[in-house]
């Protein structure tokens, strides 16, 4: 049995929107995760499939976390996209990885997620049509079976000084273009503050894409920001984010919004960072990104 240790001044009403993604909490295992986010009052996780514990049905699993008083909110998928990426394993082939990624989708539906994010993934070698089409057609056919499983998809563009490993589209007017080539209005966009805070007008586009918006991660960049997994607790870089987060409201999200940091200590192989995050106690981790939360939340103006 879990027991929750509710939070104190208000936060527990703030909290109502917040999750923690298990990237965020790499160092600990998916059932001290499920712990601690239920005795922080915490009520989300974002699912990584990499995590989940390999023993276990998934229908059990969600069964575990609805039992701790939590809803999973953004799911990531192990295979993320149908463009093969640099930094994470996976077949080459796109047609493999988009029939990993409607496995991943069925494996992940019995969790009742608020979205499933997925990345076009970069052109590599390919002309830059050619990967476009790949993807533009890998992710239709991953939404087909995102339908059948009553499953939200959310695309998601990566900032521009990482998008050669990881993506097609590095701001909103990008991947919604992406969206209008599929031509399916089900498949939203997944805002995440690391990869567009800086992008030029980029809670103007927030506003406009309304809610097409689906899905949000937060997170923050620092000022001597090291790579793709260097990624701090919101309040400890330099990123707006109660603009953020008010563009987000301003758009109709309703949504979560969810906590994501890498902040590699060697597992991703980009460097090992001394200062990394994930280093912490767990929870010590998840306390801060509460605090951070409270604090940002009354920044926003977010209504208990």
């Known amino acids: 049995m879990h027991h929750r240790v509710r939070p104190t001044d208000g936060r527990e009403a703030l909290m109502k929107r917040f999750s923690i993604c298990n990237f965020t909490l790499a160092a600990a295992s998916f059932e001290t995760q499920v712990r601690l986010l239920s005795g ?8 990584c499939e990499s995590m989940l514990p390999g023993e276990r049905s998934s229908v059990e699993l969600a069964r575990e976390l609805s039992a701790a008083g939590l809803k999973a909110t953004i799911c990531i998928t192990e295979t993320v996209s149908p463009l093969p990426l640099v930094h994470f394993a996976g077949p080459n082939d796109p047609k493999e990885r988009v029939f990993e990624l409607q496995s991943a989708i069925r494996r992940l539906a019995p969790f009742e997620p608020e979205a499933v994010a997925i990345l076009t993934g970069p052109g590599g070698d390919r002309d830059i049509d050619a990967a476009r089409s790949v993807a533009v057609e890998g992710i239709a056919r991953v939404a087909e079976v995102a339908r059948e499983e009553g499953v939200t998809l959310a695309l998601e563009p990566i900032h521009r000084l990482d998008r050669e490993d990881w993506s097609l589209v590095s701001d909103i007017p990008g991947a919604l273009s992406i969206l209008e080539e599929i031509g399916d209005d089900t498949i939203g966009l997944l805002v995440d503050s690391f990869n567009l805070w800086d992008s030029p007008d980029v809670e103007a586009h927030i506003r406009d894409a309304g809610r097409r918006i689906v899905a949000v991660h937060i997170n923050d960049w620092s000022a001597d920001r090291r790579s793709w997994a260097d990624r701090q607790v919101m309040g400890d870089g330099m990123i707006d984010l109660a603009g953020f987060i008010r563009a987000a409201e301003a758009a109709g999200f309703t949504g979560t919004y969810d906590c994501e940091i890498f902040s ?19 929870e010590e981790l998840v306390a801060r990104c509460v605090r951070a939360w409270s604090d940002l939340a009354r920044a926003a103006g977010i209504e208990p």
């Open 40 to 47: 922080a009052g915490v009520p989300g996780m974002g699912i």
């Open 264 to 282: 590699d200590d060697g597992r991703l192989g980009v460097a090992e960072y001394a200062d990394s995050l994930w280093s912490l106690p767990p």
